[in-house]
């Protein structure tokens, strides 16, 4: 059986919906419809996500995080109407004020801490996944990319943006993978809404560059157990414009995803969570057909599936 065979496998014994209808949406000819309304059923009535879309937080109520998740899987689709629902009502939920601060949005809510989760989903973990910037850097170019140039959420999201961005050049390459995608984010929404004047846009590409050269772990003997940042964090397609600079490695990915891959067709998870042990097992399974997902794609995007 091929590696695609056994992941379709495990994908059909094992995914949510949502899961199974993104699979078939990109390996089956299946249609953008199908997931957009298993999306819409982690969405509430405020605008916003839970329901733990993000597999590691089981927080039934709206949080940034959680709609950042949703941002992730209607840019996976390339899906870009304005006018739907979903994208009206993230849009809304981060209008509300909701887990504002003034700066960015909180990416763990105080009822987090009511609900199974991982330990960095606490609201007093010291993770460095808890960057002012995660999601934010991502939800403000989602706003410039879809919010009414006229309406004050869009001058909320440049202001945000400006402030990231100073952010970002403040201080070092960022240590966090999941901050730098999220500026990664930033930088292609502002191109896509053609917005070059709001930041700098070559200096953000070029520092960008940098820091995924920064962050990608070189030392291939840590792959196979720890929890490493891979190419695939960043970009999965080989027309890239980080591909150039990170080939080596990047094609490396593609053979450690066909010499990792399990009996059962899905891959090692290689985080746990300390607490909620029943939990987790079930979100562990969801995490696998999601990473099946995305290792399919990254195969297929460097033209290797």
């Known amino acids: ?6 992941a379709r496998t495990f994908i059909y014994r094992n995914a949510r919906p949502l899961d199974l209808a993104r699979w078939q949406y990109h390996f089956e000819g299946g249609g953008k419809e199908a997931v957009l309304t298993a999306l819409t059923a982690y969405q509430n009535e405020d605008g916003g996500f839970g329901h733990a879309l993000e597999a590691d937080c089981w927080n039934p109520y709206s949080a940034p995080i959680q709609t950042w998740t949703a941002t992730e899987i209607l840019r996976e689709i390339n899906f870009t109407d304005s006018t739907h629902p979903i994208i009206d009502g993230i849009l809304r939920y981060l209008a509300s004020g909701k887990e504002y601060t003034g700066h960015f949005w909180l990416n763990a809510p105080q009822s987090n801490n009511d609900y199974p989760r991982a330990p960095w989903w606490s609201v007093d ?23 009414d140039k006229d309406c004050e959420l869009y001058q909320l999201g440049c202001r945000i943006a400006k402030e990231a961005f100073d952010a970002y050049f403040a201080e070092e390459l960022l240590d966090d993978m999941h901050t730098a995608g999220c500026y990664i984010r930033l930088m292609q929404y502002c191109e896509e809404a053609d917005a070059a004047d709001i930041i700098d846009l070559p200096a953000l590409k070029e520092s960008l560059r940098k820091q995924i050269e920064h962050s990608i772990t070189h030392d291939i003997t840590k792959w196979e157990s720890g929890y490493i940042c891979k190419p695939s964090q960043f970009f999965n397609t080989a027309d890239s414009i980080f591909y150039a600079d990170n080939k080596d490695i990047a094609d490396y990915e593609c053979e450690h995803i066909i010499n990792s891959q399990l009996e059962d067709g899905s891959w090692p998870i290689p985080w746990n969570w300390a607490d909620y042990p029943e939990e987790w097992a079930v979100a562990k399974n969801w ?15 460097m033209g290797k599936l």
């Open 1 to 6: 059986m091929s590696i695609y065979q056994k």
């Open 125 to 147: 973990s010291d993770s460095t996944c808890q960057n002012d910037y995660n999601p934010s850097a991502c939800l403000v170019g989602f706003i410039i990319r879809f919010a």
């Open 287 to 301: 995490w696998k057909s999601g990473g099946a997902i995305l290792n399919m794609l990254y195969l297929k995007g």
